[in-house]
């Protein structure tokens, strides 16, 4: 055996220099979250991905994801069932967009309760501010006092050149002193008790009419 190897490998082909592939491959469809499904596992991808149809491409030690040509994620293979293999990249960045994403509803209830909070909110910039901390603080006042009061508070502050929460708290008590009215309280509801509130959708009483209607004819 050794002496026909010896004789046979000089005439044997050299391997290319690219080498085969053997990734096991497939395509991938992304719902909302940002995770593609491989082998009973999740994997974790950038958020800005999701709901798109995506590659995956694995061999025995990495798993990557593909958007086309290019490589968006690589993991190590987890041969588990039902893990998530997270990279803590993908993880904070989504954080980071879901509170971004929260700091600017509760700034446009505001300005659509309050349009003063606005120029505050600009001001307080302007001072390097924690907006987050200042706006969180002004809905919890509007939901207190109201969105009246909270614009007229707004201004008082604004006069005073103190762009901050405490100065509209201030100027809201002093207002509520004035007109002699108790502190307000905040009410908190049980969930059951919130969820008799909830709209409820008119049903349509042409059918009442139709089953009375076919009372009379039976009758």
């Known amino acids: 055996m050794r002496q026909a190897f010896a004789q046979e490998q000089p005439t044997l082909l ?11 491959m497939l395509a991938v469809k992304v719902g909302k979250t940002p995770y593609v499904r491989f082998d009973l596992n999740d994997y974790s991808i950038p958020h800005t991905y999701v709901r798109r149809t995506l590659t995956v491409r694995a061999d025995l030690e990495q798993v990557r994801v593909l958007d ?12 588990d069932r039902g893990a998530q293999i997270e990279e803590p990249v993908h993880i904070e960045t989504l954080v980071g967009v879901k509170r971004e994403a ?9 300005a659509r309760a309050a349009p003063a909070s606005q120029d505050l909110l600009r001001r307080a910039a302007e001072r390097n501010a924690n907006l987050g901390t200042i706006t ?23 006069d005073s050149g103190v762009p901050h929460p405490n100065a ?23 969930p059951h008790v919130v969820q008799k509130d909830t709209p409820v959708q008119p049903h349509r009483l042409d059918s009442y009419d139709q089953l009375a209607g076919g009372t009379d004819e039976f009758a």
């Open 136 to 158: 969180a603080a002004l809905l919890r006042l509007l939901e207190r006092y109201g969105a009246a009061q909270l614009q007229a508070a707004i201004g008082d502050a604004l």
């Open 102 to 110: 929260r700091h600017h509803r509760g700034m446009d209830r505001l």
């Open 14 to 24: 050299a391997l290319p220099e690219n080498p085969y592939p053997v990734e096991e």
């Open 168 to 190: 509209v708290r201030l100027a809201l008590e002093r207002r509520r002193e004035a007109r002699q009215l108790p502190p307000p309280l905040a009410v908190c509801l049980p």
């Open 68 to 79: 086309g040509a290019e490589v968006i994620a690589r993991h190590d293979r987890s041969y």
